[in-house]
């Protein structure tokens, strides 16, 4: 086992080649026992336990570079994506939508910019604080209790939110903190909300596709391991709906934000350990 991730074989020189790369990871039971999490619990977050879908890149970044993860989720999340968006299509705030996707369009392009400079190991911890960021944002918003309503669009927020957004998605698909604090304090009805949010990543993702082919993140041998994941992702979903019915969602998350701490202090280890 390596000294800077679980899996190292996938670094070996025999999987030097492309294709040869991917037959080593999906020979590799490391890659299932992250990939398939991973993808159930994306499909969980859209099947009514929203929020988690940012443990995806994490997860998968504990087998194999954070870059890869990356690439190989965004043709799974689009794919969750076109079938949430059908669900939802009626019930869309366009206004706020307006508001926050230029901003993720520079978010966006910042992501791409940065992500040439960037290494593995800077990537994993990036990934670490964007977690512990997200725990921190829940414990507050658990804590502050009820938040003064603003209705209306406003454009500079939007815009700045909008551009987190966009760039810790381009990075990590973690971009629903950024965008739920500029709409949580909008107080719209929960399906508008959920709709909403469901639309702008939509759109957030499929602006992500062209810059991920052009760094390399989406090639053939990442899409043929997000083609064997993707069987598990309405799995997922179908998880959710069940699990939303029947288990506690304060239960759920506090086991689910102690398996983040747990990968976020796995990163931190694999990053330092890769830089020093």
């Not at 074989?9 to 490391?30: K, M, T």
């Not at 414990?139 to 927020?157: C, D």
Request: charged share 10%.
């Amino acid at each position: 086992m390596g000294d800077t991730f679980l899996w190292d074989a996938v670094n070996s020189s025999e999987c030097s080649q492309h294709a040869d790369h991917a037959l080593c990871i999906l020979r590799n039971p490391w890659f299932y026992l992250a990939g398939i999490p991973t993808v159930l619990l994306t499909g969980i977050s859209k099947g009514g336990f929203g929020g988690i879908a940012m443990i995806s890149v994490p997860l998968l970044a504990l087998v194999m570079s954070p870059v890869t993860a990356a690439g190989v989720m965004l043709p799974i999340l689009i794919v969750m994506d076109a079938l949430s968006v059908w669900t939802y299509r009626c019930d869309v705030d366009w206004t706020h939508l307006k508001v926050l996707l230029p901003g993720a369009v520079l978010g966006i392009a910042g992501g791409y910019i940065s992500i040439g400079w960037m290494n593995d190991d800077v990537i994993r911890l990036l990934l670490a604080a964007l977690v512990v960021c997200f725990l921190v944002y829940t414990w507050f918003m658990r804590g502050a209790g009820e938040i003064s309503p603003v209705y209306e669009a406003e454009f500079v927020k939007g815009g700045l939110w909008g551009c987190l957004s966009g760039y810790t998605s381009f990075l990590a698909h973690a971009g629903a903190p950024p965008m739920h604090v500029y709409l949580i304090p909008k107080q719209l009805e929960p399906r508008v909300f959920a709709a909403t949010g469901v639309v702008f990543f939509a759109f957030v993702n499929l602006l992500k596709l062209p810059p991920y082919l052009m760094t390399g993140q989406i090639s053939s041998a990442n899409l043929l391991m997000s083609i064997i994941l993707l069987p598990f992702a309405p799995l997922g979903v179908a998880l959710g709906v069940f699990m939303n019915k029947r288990i506690p969602k304060k239960t759920f998350f506090n086991i689910l934000y102690v398996a983040l701490l747990l990968v976020a202090a796995k990163l931190v280890f694999d990053g330092w350990s890769g830089l020093s």
